[in-house]
């Protein structure tokens, strides 16, 4: 019975259970929320949607990929919504466009959504400023960060209380402000993500802050978290992303203007500032290229009172060409601040959270794996500043890292650590950084030549540093400069480590100074091979402790260590130092001595050097040799106390170095050098006047100059005089008050002359390049006032006019370029100019002058013509024996004949200053009208000349620079990029050469005033349709855009009658350019003579003037 009663009870059972799971499945299908899913497809449709409209459920948005998504009726859409919400392309293939139209039009914000994905997207022209978020958000985020700036912009905004977020192949290009700010993003996954081409910093700058992509992280209100926020970046692209903010501090300020610090940016920048969670950011397999920034270019990582264990990890990832422009020498690919600033914190307590053991807290806030480097720009590579971290063991640790091609810039052209806080006479370590697995190669001279200076840098410089570890297989071959700098910092050696051929001043390998040593790990095994100094000591390891004596230099972590060192093939360069303390000393060593190896001339700052026993000292060896002050913070006397007793004078030498000098009342007749000199400059340019002076001569076949901290003051003469410069690196060169016209001695300011002599041939441009230099009151009184109608026919006295800085180029046998920087002229006075002059005169060559970021003021001109007081420039070719039609096959087979570009930045285009009323009361005042009418008048003319890009015009345009995205100057205010796939039937493997200088002709595919503008040479269907490179001799000659328009027209006389007399080819581009190119050079002066002449002619005359042409 009992057996019958349970088999009645099972099924009863079963049927119970079965009920119970319905009722359960039923209230599970109610609760899930329905799925919203919304297809876009019209312009304005997006817009409307997520800025207008709520969601109750969580909801998909496709937009269509055969439209425009347009935003641009909106300050800042915020689409608040505790739902999920998901932003997709209707293709899996292809990215839908969303595109703000209005410069800083636009914004996309989200917040409390729970989850947020964006897929498959490209955000281009997008960017609002943040001021005009809603005032709760604004206040939440300034509360804990200065972070709204006035002018602080972003196109893509992720406000705090997002659950998570996925990013995935969606592109960011030409935007405004920040790509992507994202404030305490909790868990956040990019992939393929492409931040390019931001607008800030263009040359129609206005002022919008932010670059790139901002994580930061912040304690406000509903952020505290037991569980980690963590940020994965997975190969992604941030290439061309620009941070031009107006003001350069260095980092030693950096921690005295938090306030302002935020809006400081680069491709991407992690901000850490909370102490409430913590957060960790993972960058693998990206690239991070062609950015620039103040700080850095690439990654800027800070942690400000942010005591957690938050961390940034980079593997797998590369790094190439990034740039940073701030005054100070930083990193241009990674800069990593860490600053404990909180004097509130309980150092007690946060030993005991951190380890209850009562040791001290270790925090390991960056790791870098797996990655490369490569060239980069004008400072070093990666940057480590650690401030008052007194609290905490700080751990920095490079795994498995690469640095080839690098430029020597500078010391710590790789790594630059510095700690502020390091307590060295303690065993309580504070710093730590390893370096596992490292390798350098080929770190090369910025200056491409073999420089002193240079060979006095390093690779990786390290100051304070409690513990830098070097182990595991590491390679360190071909360098310049030591390769490791340590200053006040104990190194740690380990593992297997390889040094070849490596050559610096002194310390090849290791160069250690101050309160420094060595700790050699048990199984260390070091081989150095071929290395070698400039000195005559520290072949290899150069060790000096400067501090205490008492401290072994090299000790062992074991008394019975198996450490291998292998020293092979060390070499020292004879090396000579002298240093002169003595008044005629230098006078004594330069004008009588011979140099027999490099030479270092060190000078005392607490005399004053003296040279008057000389008429004109030649300095003459092939050698490399420098002249310094003993101070780096003040400069050495050298004074020449008879008018005009001597001057200086450098021929042969190798590389010469002047630095931290101030060189008084100096000048010697040019006369006064030696015959074969003169006879070798006057063979072809009359240079040596009976008048003719210089205080300091650079003549020729010197390979490389750097003049550095000099001042030249009180001279006769010429201050400074060069032949033929090769490459000369002017830095901080002050040249004022000349004594030039009192007495009859000719020559002013700074003279660059570049001429054909015997050895001056070369395949490589000689490139001069004046930084940070001031030109003040220099007078050139020369007796001869012509006008510049007779330049060309007193050539003989010509090169006796000069300016604060004159160039001339007379050369056919070289390139040579001179690029002035940040620069300042005032006060001075000359025949033709005031400030500088600049003459080519039978120069057949692609010299250039390019004058940037400069200031002129209260220049003065005082020939018999109404000239430039500024700048005059003169273009000259007057040699009636060069054949015009070999010229043209021979130097410019691309039919660009004669190309001069001249590049000037004033800071102010028209400017009236106090000095005005000095001019009115001495009677000039009667002037100002014609003053006025000429700017007017000017302007009227530049206003017919001048181009503004405009999209679907064709144009010609030379091209200035090639790469993966071509240079080219359109003659607009703005150079355009042509891409290199820009061409018919241009793939990676097969696509045109294209050189600098090449004549191109295309049309504008993108002319936006707030772009720069894009050329291509190709349709919309992928033909060339007449556009590509003008390969065929030819020439090119500048028309008024209104004649240019005219010959484009239907019934154009001028066109109808040359084509009935001859065969010719010619292009026309909406910029005032126009080719041309017929079978004979007659024949295309003559069709370039009757396009120019038929402006203002009527048709009649436009006949007769062709039927006038043809006959003769």
């Not at 130097?891 to 930045?905: A, K």
Request: aromatic letters at 12%; one cysteine or more.
């Amino acid at each position: 019975m009992d057996t019958i009663n349970m088999g009645q009870d099972g099924p009863s059972v079963s049927i119970l259970a079965m009920f119970l799971f319905l009722v359960v499945l039923l209230f599970t299908a109610a609760s899930v929320t329905p799925l919203h899913q919304v297809v876009i497809t019209e312009e304005h449709g997006l817009e409307k949607l997520i800025c207008n409209s709520s969601f109750a459920s969580d909801t998909v948005l496709v937009l269509s990929t055969n439209i425009t998504h347009i935003i641009g009726n909106v300050s800042f859409c915020v689409i608040n919504t505790t739902y999920s919400l998901t932003l997709t392309s209707d293709s899996t293939s292809k990215q839908a466009l969303v595109k703000c139209p209005v410069q800083l039009s636009s914004g996309l914000g989200f917040d409390n959504i729970h989850n947020l994905t964006l897929k498959r997207l490209v955000v281009t022209g997008c960017g609002r400023y943040l001021r005009e978020l809603p005032s709760n958000v604004m206040e939440s985020i300034n509360s804990s960060a200065h972070l709204i700036h006035h002018h602080s912009a972003a196109a893509l905004l992720l406000l705090p209380q997002i659950k998570a977020i996925v990013i995935e192949e969606v592109k960011i290009t030409y935007y405004y402000g920040f790509a992507m700010l994202a404030i305490n993003p909790m868990n956040a996954t990019i992939n393929k993500l492409a931040v390019t081409i931001s607008n800030g910093g263009r040359t129609n700058y206005t002022g919008w802050l932010g670059s790139g992509v901002f994580l930061l992280f912040i304690d406000i209100k509903g952020s505290q978290s037991s569980v980690p926020f963590n940020t994965f970046i997975h190969k992604s692209v941030f290439h061309y992303n620009y941070d031009y903010t107006q003001s350069y501090p260095c980092t030693s300020h950096f921690k005295d203007e938090i306030k302002y610090k935020m809006i400081y940016a680069a491709a991407l920048t992690v901000h850490y500032r909370q102490a409430s969670f913590i957060a960790n950011v993972n960058i693998v397999q990206s690239n991070f290229s062609n950015n620039y920034g103040i700080l850095v270019g690439a990654i800027l990582l800070v942690h400000y009172n942010s005591f957690t264990y938050s961390q940034t990890t980079i593997s797998h990832s590369s790094f190439c060409k990034n740039f940073a422009y701030s005054d100070c020498s930083i990193g241009t690919d990674l800069s990593f601040f860490f600053y404990d600033h909180n004097s509130n914190t309980n150092s007690s307590q946060m030993t005991n959270d951190c380890y209850p053991t009562g040791t001290a807290c270790h925090f390991y806030p960056l790791l870098i794996s797996n990655t490369a480097y490569q060239f980069t720009g004008k400072s070093g590579i990666i940057f480590i500043h650690i401030f008052s971290a007194k609290h905490f063991y700080v751990n920095v640790k490079l795994s498995r890292i690469s640095f080839k091609f690098i430029p020597m810039f500078n010391r710590g052209s790789c790594i630059s650590a510095t700690s502020l806080s390091a307590d060295t006479t303690s065993n309580y370590v504070h710093t730590c950084i390893t370096l596992e697995s490292v390798s350098t190669s080929n770190i090369f001279l910025s200056e491409q030549t073999e420089s002193i200076k240079a060979y006095k840098r390093s690779s990786f410089l390290f100051t304070n540093i409690d513990c830098v570890v070097l182990n595991g297989l590491s390679n360190f071959t071909d360098n310049i400069g030591s390769v490791f700098d340590i200053r006040h910092s104990q190194v740690i050696l380990g593992g297997q480590l390889h040094f070849e051929n490596n050559k610096a001043d002194t310390g090849p390998a290791f160069k250690l100074t101050g309160l420094s040593r060595f700790i050699l790990q048990d199984d260390l095994s070091a081989t150095f091979v071929k290395n070698s100094a400039l000195q005559n000591y520290g072949g290899v390891i150069y060790a000096y402790n400067e501090v205490s004596s008492d401290n072994c230099m090299f000790t062992s972590n074991l008394s019975n260590s198996r450490i291998i060192l292998v020293f092979t093939g060390v070499s020292v360069t004879p090396f000579n130092q002298v240093v002169i303390t003595e008044e005629h000393g230098l006078e004594k060593l330069i004008c009588n001595s011979s140099f027999a190896s490099d030479t270092v001339l060190i000078l005392s700052t607490n005399i004053t050097h003296i040279i008057g026993n000389v008429s004109f000292c030649v300095v003459n060896t092939t050698y490399s040799l420098t002249l310094t002050g003993d101070s780096t913070s003040k400069q050495a006397a050298v004074k020449c106390p008879v008018q005009p007793s001597s001057g200086l004078a450098f021929d042969n030498i190798h590389n010469l170095t002047l630095n931290r000098l101030v060189v008084t009342g100096c000048g010697g007749y040019l006369r006064d050098l030696p015959s074969s000199v003169i006879e070798s400059i006057n063979s072809s340019v009359y240079l040596i006047h009976h008048h003719s002076a210089a205080a300091l001569l650079l003549l020729p076949q010197i390979k490389a100059i750097v003049i550095e901290e000099v001042n030249i003051t009180s001279y006769y003469g010429f201050a400074m005089l060069a032949i033929n410069p090769l490459d000369t690196t002017i830095n901080k060169l002050a040249v004022a008050i000349s004594h030039v016209g009192r007495t009859g001695w000719l020559g002013s300011g700074v003279f660059m002359l570049f001429i054909d002599i015997k050895g001056s041939q070369s395949s490589v441009p000689f490139h001069t390049s004046i930084h940070k230099s001031v030109f003040h009151s220099n007078y050139d009184y020369t007796q001869f006032y012509p006008c510049t109608s007779d330049f060309k026919d007193e050539i003989k006295y010509k090169m006796i006019y000069a300016a604060a800085l004159t160039v001339y180029y007379r050369q056919a046998s070289f390139i040579a370029n001179v690029n002035v920087v940040h620069s300042n002229f005032s006060h001075n006075c000359g025949v033709f100019v005031g400030a500088v002059l600049l003459v080519h005169y039978n120069s057949f060559t692609y010299s250039q002058t390019t004058i940037s970021h400069s200031s002129f003021y209260e220049n003065f001109a005082y020939g018999n013509c109404p000239i430039g007081t500024d700048l005059s420039f003169f273009f000259y070719d007057h040699n009636s024996n060069i054949d015009s039609n070999q010229m043209i096959n021979d130097c410019y087979p691309t039919g660009l004949l004669f190309l001069i570009n001249l590049s000037i930045d004033f800071e102010l285009p028209l400017c009236f200053y106090d000095g005005m009323t000095e001019l009115w009361k001495s009677g000039l005042g009667l002037l100002f009208p014609v003053y006025l009418l000429s700017i007017v008048i000017g302007l009227i003319v530049i206003s017919r000349y001048s181009y503004v890009p405009s999209e679907g015009e064709k144009v010609i345009g030379v091209v200035l620079r090639t790469g993966r995205v071509y240079r080219v100057d359109i003659g607009a205010s703005q150079n355009a990029s042509l891409p290199e796939l820009a061409f018919e039937g241009a793939t990676k493997r097969n696509k045109p050469i294209v050189q600098v200088g090449d004549l191109v002709f295309g049309s504008l595919c993108q002319a936006d005033p707030d772009f720069e503008p894009e050329m291509t040479c190709v349709d919309s269907s992928g033909r060339a349709s007449g556009m590509g490179l003008l390969k065929k001799p030819g020439c090119v000659i500048s028309c008024t855009l209104s004649l240019c328009r005219r010959l484009l027209s239907k019934q154009c006389a001028v066109m109808e009658e040359l084509q009935k007399h001859y065969k010719f080819e010619c292009v026309v581009g909406l910029n005032g350019r126009v080719w041309l190119s017929a079978p004979t050079l007659m024949q295309t002066i003559i069709i370039r003579n009757c396009i120019k002449s038929s402006e203002f002619m009527s048709e009649d005359s436009i006949k007769e003037m062709v039927r006038q042409a043809v006959l003769t």
